[in-house]
Structure formats: structure tokens, C-alpha cells
């Protein structure tokens, strides 16, 4: 890494990674043009930006700055009710709010308007929840955010908070991915867009953070998860530092947390478990802990494994007159956690470790070019 | 009014024994390896399913009983083995991302063992009997728990002071490398530990789900949580202070439970206020206000980092 850090003009690995980025946007927008709509790709795409624009921020967090946060489900849970709270349209908010005559809150706001507003609300929660937390040391402060995400659920779900988060009722009937599709003035879907601006968001928040990760400021993050009092003596403001990274992060979290609300069309408190948490954690594990590149494949591997290639694992399968045994309901997910155990115990540094797409590339050209001269 | 807060007080008192029971397991493991270990509460809740189908399979219950506990026990020394001695060199981190990975497999092994759905606990005789008890009905359970806690703390801190295993247990929890150069067989403490800890939370298991009387794979998680913010609340590493927690934490959630209609008939709030939704939060809020004061803990040693 020490070799990157004079780096200041961009090289050809870059261009390539990003060229790479944009194909795979291209292609997407074609895939979601031809295949018809209900393909289980756009549904693992839809899901797998997602849960990468949380794994990458929980990473900015635990992986970048050493703060191990187990908090993300409560921000996500934040994020999502901010999001479908300002966004249900005034006609269906007697319906959504039927115990709470109509509920309190009587606007809408744009989509966008609403997911920004519903990054600033977690991390305003962050701010407030990282007063005291941030002091704590590594597992101390596992534990109080992981308390501070329960404590969240069970305020969301309070009764008199009724007329604002509906309960412990669902909110529904706000925008979801499909209402990106441009339609026809005859409600045809005309282009169709639903996986592709879930990407484009989640893609751009990303992007963010890696330019925050690359900045002076990210690489004061990456000294203090090396040794926090080495840091300090190099004049890094802990307190200030490791605040400003709890709420970036609590922020992308969520906006992450508006997405998922709009992936699964219904919000409800008690989904947002600590369950959540430890999955988004695996993923992030998986990918490797300090590599965004890491976050986003694995995201969209454990998305697809979970959601799609082992789907078959749960339904009885016959090879002739064979009947595979094992194979019934939640089987599945058995597979899943061996798999996730033995890259936990066995390939601990995941798939990336701490490189990203460019350093990869930079890798391959430098193989070629020692290739080429011997 | 007395007659409105006793029955609360009663089952928080009960709940608070089986909490400590589990709170033991996590004390002295983080004394030992500094390892919060997520599992713990899940091995809690696979002691309760194995129960459940041994009593399934016709075992009559003075065997099961027993078995359940040796089985819990193996299943701690198991988890020790695979999951957490190959990260002993490992950043801390890493093996409590494993413990993660312990909890998430062995809740996708339960349902998929039960298919997801409510295991009836079978019911033992005499302790799921009713009582009444100063005007309160309630189970046998819940006045066994409280003592059987008791006996069992004092007997693990007899073992722990007076034995050779509980002295070289404090050897280990106090200097790891220092220990091993004096001879002592680290693994074989390590695993004793989790054994006992095990042990204790199977205990546990047979007390919780005889006064709740369902397993699903996710009725660990909770009680498993609460039970570790005992052992931070009483100042983690010390046995004491995670019984003493366990009990706070047991009488104030099963007081919030009930404080919508304890103040409603003192007559300090008019009508319902559905506080009852908060008994699991008021544990996590505590926690983090003992944390933000008093980071050790209630009976915690105070520890300087040196640079």
C-alpha cells in the first residue's frame, strides 16, 4: 500500500476499472431491456446493490477506521422508516395509518429528497448515539452500538409514536424500484429502469466513499485503525476523526436502508434485527475487512448464492430415481453458514483481502511487462 | 399495590437466576480469552431443542435431564475446538466474527432441523407445578431458580478459589503467555472453561424453557444478549458481578413489563402509556449508560492500557 501513496495522477488501472464499472452498467441496462422483468437476476441486482451500499459503508467504518460498529440495522431501520414515512402519497396515508387516523405527517417529499433526508436522520442518530459509545474500545463498543440498534427497533414499534411510525404496523404503498420504469402515456413500461437507478444510486454513494477513503481524511482513518496512539502523536484528532467516520457511514447505512425499503415495498420494525446485522458483518468479512471492491462482490455473491444458486437446496431434488437426501426447507442456509465458517476460519483475509479492482490490475500489467522482458 | 409489583418482582427474580446462569458462561470466557462469545446464547437455545427431542424420542425425563446437560457441555467443548482455537493468534476481531459465524450456523442448523416452528418444551414434572406464593400464583420454577443459582455460583466460586483447575483458570484470565511459561496446559483450562460455561447455560435452558415453555432458533439470541449485558453490567470477569447484574436486569425488565399497569393503578399516569414495549431496550439503555460511566463495570478491575 505504501507504494500507492504518492500516487496522485490517475493510471491506466484506474481507467480500466472504471471502464469496467461502466460496462457492466451497459450491460445491465441492456439485460434489463431484453430479459423479461421478473428474472431472478434483477431481483438479486436489486437486493445485491443494497446490501453493497451497506456492506461498503459498514466497511468505512469497521474496516477503514477500526471502530467496530455493530449498529447498521438500526441506522438501515432509521433510514428505511425516514424514507416511508416522507414518501407515502397523501391519498393512501389513511389506508397505510388506519389505527392512527391518518397519521401526522400529511406531505410527501421527493424520492431523492427523502432518501437524503433519510441518510441525514441516521446519521443525526449516529452523532448522537456516538457521544458516548465512541469512547469505548473494540468489543465494548460492538456491543453498545449492537444495544443501540435494539433500542431503535423498540422505539420505532412504540404505540405512541403511532401516528408517525404507524406502530408496529407496516408502512407501505410508497415508492419502489418499479416506479423508476418510464411508462407510456398508456401505462406501458416503456424503458425500463428499476435495476438499473438502484445501481446507479448505490454506485454513486460508493464512489463517494472511495474518494473519502482516498482523501487525506480516509487515510487519517486508515492510522488510527493501525494504532490509534501512533495516530494521535501524528496529530490525528481521534475524537473528531472517528466521529465524522461513525456518521459518514451511519449515513450511507441509511440511505441503504431507504433502498431496502423500496426492494421490499413494506417497512416494519421488527425485520431490522441484530440477525441483520451479523449477515451484513459475514458479507463484509467475506469480501475482505478494508477492501470496498471486497464489499461490493461479496454482496452481490451471498445476495445470489442465498436468493438464487442455492435455491434448489431447499426443494427435493431427484437425480433419476434418486432421491438426493438432506434436501428439504433451510437446508439452504445450512450450506450457507458452513461455507461462511470456513472462510471465517480457514481464508480469513475473504476474497479481496485489502486490495481493490485497480490494485488487481496493476497486478496483471505487471506480470505481463515481467513476462515481456524476461 | 404491593400486591401488583410482587408478582413482577417474583418472575424477575426468576428470570435473573437464569440469566446469571448464562451471564457465567460469558464472564469467564472474556476473562479468559477476551473473546465476547455471540454463540453462547445460541448454545442455550440448541441445550433447550436437544431437550425437546430427546423427551421426543421417549427417553424417560431422569435420563434426558442429565444427557441434555453432558450434551451441552460437549457442544461447548466442541465450538472451543473447531471454531475458536484456530484464531487464538488471530486479531481479536476475527474470532469474534467467528462466534458471529458460530451463532448464524447453529440457528440455520436448528430451523432447519424444526423447519422454523415453535418446539413445544416437554413439561417436567413438580418444578412446572403452580405455587402461590405471598399472593402470587406462579411455577415451582420460579422460586427453584433463584436458589439453584445460588448453590451453583457458590459452587463454582469454591472451584474457582480452591481447586487447582480454578487457580489455574485465574492464572490464565490474568497473564495468558506468563501461565503457559509457568506449565500450565492452556487448552485444557480453556476448554474447562467453556465446559462449565456450557454446563451452566444448559442449567439454564432447562429453568427458561419450563417457564416459557417454546423453542424456536431464534429464542437464544435475546436472553443470550441480555445475560451478556449482565456479565458488562457487574463488570466483566467477575462472577459475582455477572449474578448480582443478571438480577438487576431481571427484576427491572420484568418491572417495566409491567409498569403500565403498576402506574396506572398508583394513579400516576391516566390510561395506558405501552411502556411494556421497552423491557428489552430499558436492559440495552442501561448498558450503554453503565458503559458511558463506569466502562468496567459494577465489581470490574480497572485495567491501564500501556503504551
Given at each position: 500500500?505504501?507504494?500507492?501513496?504518492?500516487?496522485?495522477?490517475?493510471?491506466?488501472?484506474?481507467?480500466?476499472?472504471?471502464?469496467?464499472?461502466?460496462?457492466?452498467?451497459?450491460?445491465?441496462?441492456?439485460a434489463?431491456?431484453?430479459?423479461?422483468?421478473?428474472?431472478?437476476?434483477?431481483?438479486?441486482?436489486?437486493?445485491?446493490?443494497?446490501?453493497?451500499?451497506?456492506?461498503?459503508s459498514?466497511?468505512?467504518?469497521?474496516?477503514?477506521?477500526?471502530?467496530?460498529?455493530?449498529?447498521?440495522?438500526?441506522?438501515?431501520?432509521?433510514?428505511?422508516?425516514?424514507?416511508g414515512?416522507?414518501?407515502?402519497?397523501?391519498?393512501?396515508?389513511a389506508d397505510?395509518?388506519?389505527?392512527y387516523?391518518g397519521?401526522l405527517?400529511?406531505?410527501?417529499?421527493?424520492?431523492?429528497v427523502a432518501?437524503?433526508?433519510?441518510g441525514?436522520?441516521?446519521?443525526?442518530?449516529?452523532f448522537?448515539?456516538?457521544?458516548?459509545?465512541l469512547?469505548?474500545?473494540?468489543?465494548?463498543l460492538?456491543?453498545?452500538?449492537?444495544?443501540?440498534?435494539?433500542?431503535?427497533?423498540?422505539?420505532?414499534?412504540?404505540?405512541?409514536?403511532?401516528?408517525?411510525?404507524?406502530?408496529?404496523?407496516?408502512?407501505?404503498?410508497f415508492?419502489?424500484?418499479?416506479?423508476?420504469?418510464?411508462?407510456?402515456?398508456?401505462?406501458?413500461?416503456?424503458?425500463?429502469?428499476?435495476?438499473?437507478?438502484?445501481?446507479?444510486?448505490?454506485?454513486?454513494?460508493?464512489?463517494?466513499?472511495?474518494l473519502?477513503?482516498?482523501?487525506?481524511?480516509g487515510?487519517?482513518l486508515k492510522?488510527?485503525?493501525?494504532d490509534?496512539?501512533?495516530?494521535?502523536?501524528?496529530?490525528?484528532?481521534?475524537?473528531?476523526?472517528?466521529?465524522l467516520?461513525?456518521c459518514?457511514?451511519?449515513?450511507?447505512?441509511?440511505?441503504g436502508?431507504?433502498?431496502?425499503a423500496?426492494?421490499?415495498?413494506?417497512?416494519q420494525a421488527?425485520?431490522?434485527?441484530?440477525?441483520?446485522?451479523?449477515?451484513?458483518?459475514?458479507?463484509?468479512?467475506?469480501?475482505g475487512i478494508?477492501?470496498?471492491?471486497?464489499s461490493c462482490?461479496?454482496?452481490?455473491?451471498?445476495?445470489?448464492?442465498?436468493?438464487?444458486w442455492?435455491r434448489?437446496l431447499?426443494?427435493?431434488?431427484?437425480?433419476?430415481?434418486?432421491?438426493?437426501?438432506?434436501?428439504?426447507n433451510?437446508?439452504?442456509?445450512?450450506?450457507?453458514?458452513?461455507?461462511?465458517m470456513?472462510?471465517?476460519?480457514?481464508?480469513?483475509?475473504?476474497?479481496?483481502g485489502?486490495r481493490?479492482?485497480?490494485?488487481?490490475?496493476?497486478g496483471?500489467q505487471?506480470?505481463k511487462k515481467g513476462?515481456?522482458?524476461? | 399495590?404491593?400486591?401488583?409489583?410482587?408478582?413482577?418482582i417474583?418472575?424477575?427474580i426468576?428470570?435473573?437466576?437464569?440469566?446469571?446462569?448464562?451471564?457465567?458462561?460469558?464472564?469467564?470466557?472474556?476473562?479468559?480469552?477476551?473473546?465476547?462469545?455471540?454463540?453462547?446464547?445460541?448454545?442455550?437455545?440448541?441445550?433447550?431443542?436437544?431437550m425437546?427431542?430427546?423427551?421426543?424420542?421417549?427417553?424417560?425425563?431422569w435420563?434426558?435431564?442429565?444427557?441434555?446437560?453432558?450434551?451441552?457441555a460437549?457442544?461447548?467443548?466442541?465450538?472451543?475446538?473447531v471454531?475458536?482455537?484456530?484464531?487464538?493468534?488471530a486479531?481479536?476481531?476475527?474470532?469474534m466474527i467467528?462466534?458471529?459465524?458460530v451463532?448464524?450456523?447453529?440457528?440455520?442448523l436448528?430451523?432447519?432441523?424444526?423447519?422454523?416452528l415453535n418446539?413445544?418444551?416437554?413439561?417436567?414434572?413438580?418444578?412446572?407445578?403452580?405455587?402461590?406464593?405471598?399472593?402470587?400464583?406462579?411455577?415451582?420454577?420460579?422460586?427453584?431458580?433463584?436458589i439453584?443459582?445460588?448453590?451453583?455460583?457458590?459452587?463454582?466460586?469454591?472451584?474457582?478459589?480452591h481447586?487447582?483447575?480454578?487457580?489455574?483458570?485465574?492464572?490464565v484470565?490474568?497473564?495468558?503467555?506468563?501461565s503457559?511459561?509457568?506449565?500450565?496446559?492452556?487448552?485444557?483450562v480453556?476448554s474447562?472453561?467453556?465446559v462449565?460455561?456450557t454446563f451452566?447455560?444448559g442449567?439454564?435452558?432447562?429453568?427458561?424453557?419450563?417457564?416459557?415453555?417454546?423453542?424456536?432458533?431464534t429464542?437464544?439470541?435475546m436472553?443470550?444478549?441480555k445475560?451478556?449485558?449482565?456479565?458488562?453490567?457487574?463488570?466483566?470477569?467477575?462472577i459475582?458481578?455477572?449474578?448480582?447484574?443478571?438480577?438487576?436486569?431481571?427484576?427491572?425488565?420484568?418491572?417495566?413489563?409491567?409498569?403500565?399497569?403498576?402506574?396506572f393503578?398508583a394513579?400516576?399516569?391516566?390510561?395506558?402509556?405501552?411502556?411494556?414495549t421497552?423491557?428489552?431496550?430499558f436492559?440495552?439503555?442501561?448498558l450503554?449508560?453503565i458503559?458511558?460511566?463506569?466502562?468496567?463495570?459494577?465489581?470490574?478491575e480497572?485495567?491501564?492500557?500501556?503504551?
Open positions: 500500500m505504501e507504494r500507492n501513496i504518492n500516487r496522485k495522477r490517475i493510471d491506466s488501472a484506474t481507467i480500466i476499472s472504471a471502464a469496467i464499472v461502466l460496462c457492466l452498467y451497459i450491460a445491465v441496462f441492456i434489463e431491456q431484453i430479459l423479461p422483468s421478473t428474472s431472478m437476476l434483477f431481483t438479486v441486482l436489486k437486493k445485491g446493490a443494497t446490501y453493497a451500499l451497506v456492506a461498503v459498514m466497511n468505512l467504518c469497521n474496516g477503514f477506521t477500526g471502530i467496530f460498529s455493530l449498529g447498521q440495522a438500526g441506522f438501515m431501520l432509521i433510514g428505511a422508516y425516514v424514507y414515512i416522507f414518501t407515502i402519497p397523501v391519498i393512501s396515508r397505510v395509518y388506519q389505527y387516523s397519521g405527517v400529511q406531505f410527501t417529499l421527493p424520492v431523492f432518501m437524503l433526508l433519510a441525514l436522520a441516521a446519521a443525526f442518530f449516529a448522537l448515539i456516538g457521544l458516548p459509545v469512547r469505548l474500545k473494540s468489543d465494548y460492538a456491543i453498545a452500538t449492537l444495544g443501540f440498534a435494539e433500542i431503535i427497533r423498540a422505539l420505532f414499534q412504540w404505540d405512541k409514536l403511532g401516528p408517525v411510525t404507524n406502530g408496529s404496523n407496516m408502512l407501505r404503498l415508492p419502489t424500484f418499479n416506479d423508476f420504469n418510464i411508462r407510456g402515456a398508456d401505462g406501458q413500461v416503456t424503458v425500463y429502469l428499476s435495476t438499473l437507478v438502484p445501481l446507479l444510486i448505490s454506485g454513486v454513494c460508493i464512489g463517494a466513499i472511495i473519502l477513503i482516498n482523501s487525506t481524511f487515510r487519517a492510522a488510527i485503525r493501525d490509534e496512539i501512533a495516530a494521535e502523536a501524528m496529530g490525528v484528532r481521534l475524537a473528531s476523526h472517528k466521529r467516520a461513525f459518514i457511514s451511519s449515513f450511507f447505512a441509511g440511505v436502508g431507504a433502498m431496502l423500496m426492494y421490499q415495498t413494506t417497512v421488527k425485520s431490522f434485527t441484530t440477525a441483520m446485522t451479523y449477515e451484513i458483518l459475514l458479507i463484509v468479512v467475506i469480501g478494508g477492501s470496498v471492491t471486497g462482490i461479496s454482496s452481490f455473491l451471498f445476495v445470489a448464492a442465498s436468493e438464487w442455492l434448489f431447499d426443494q427435493k431434488q431427484m437425480i433419476g430415481n434418486f432421491e438426493v437426501p438432506l434436501l428439504r433451510g437446508f439452504r442456509l445450512v450450506v450457507f453458514s458452513i461455507i461462511i470456513i472462510v471465517v476460519l480457514f481464508f480469513r483475509r475473504g476474497i479481496m485489502t481493490e479492482l485497480p490494485d488487481i490490475i496493476r496483471w505487471r506480470k513476462g515481456a522482458s524476461k | 399495590m404491593w400486591n401488583t409489583v410482587f408478582p413482577y417474583l418472575s424477575g426468576s428470570v435473573g437466576g437464569q440469566y446469571a446462569l448464562i451471564a457465567i458462561g460469558y464472564t469467564m470466557v472474556y476473562g479468559i480469552l477476551r473473546l465476547i462469545n455471540f454463540a453462547h446464547g445460541d448454545v442455550f437455545m440448541v441445550s433447550g431443542i436437544i425437546v427431542y430427546m423427551a421426543a424420542s421417549g427417553a424417560p425425563l435420563l434426558c435431564i442429565p444427557l441434555v446437560l453432558i450434551l451441552t460437549l457442544i461447548g467443548f466442541v465450538i472451543e475446538r471454531a475458536y482455537k484456530p484464531l487464538r493468534t486479531p481479536r476481531m476475527s474470532a467467528s462466534a458471529i459465524g451463532s448464524y450456523t447453529l440457528q440455520n436448528v430451523l432447519y432441523i424444526t423447519g422454523g418446539q413445544i418444551y416437554p413439561t417436567i414434572p413438580w418444578i412446572s407445578d403452580s405455587v402461590t406464593l405471598f399472593g402470587a400464583t406462579t411455577k415451582v420454577v420460579t422460586v427453584v431458580t433463584p439453584l443459582t445460588l448453590i451453583l455460583v457458590v459452587a463454582l466460586v469454591l472451584l474457582i478459589n481447586t487447582k483447575i480454578g487457580m489455574a483458570m485465574r492464572a484470565s490474568r497473564d495468558f503467555e506468563t503457559q511459561l509457568m506449565g500450565i496446559k492452556i487448552n485444557s480453556i474447562t472453561t467453556f462449565i460455561g451452566l447455560a442449567v439454564a435452558s432447562l429453568l427458561y424453557f419450563t417457564n416459557y415453555t417454546t423453542v424456536i432458533q429464542s437464544g439470541a436472553p443470550g444478549l445475560a451478556f449485558v449482565a456479565a458488562v453490567f457487574g463488570g466483566i470477569g467477575s459475582p458481578g455477572a449474578v448480582i447484574g443478571a438480577f438487576i436486569i431481571g427484576i427491572a425488565e420484568n418491572i417495566i413489563k409491567g409498569l403500565d399497569i403498576i402506574l393503578k394513579g400516576i399516569i391516566p390510561g395506558p402509556m405501552g411502556l411494556a421497552f423491557s428489552d431496550a436492559t440495552f439503555a442501561l450503554i449508560i458503559l458511558a460511566v463506569k466502562p468496567t463495570g459494577l465489581f470490574g480497572k485495567t491501564t492500557d500501556k503504551v
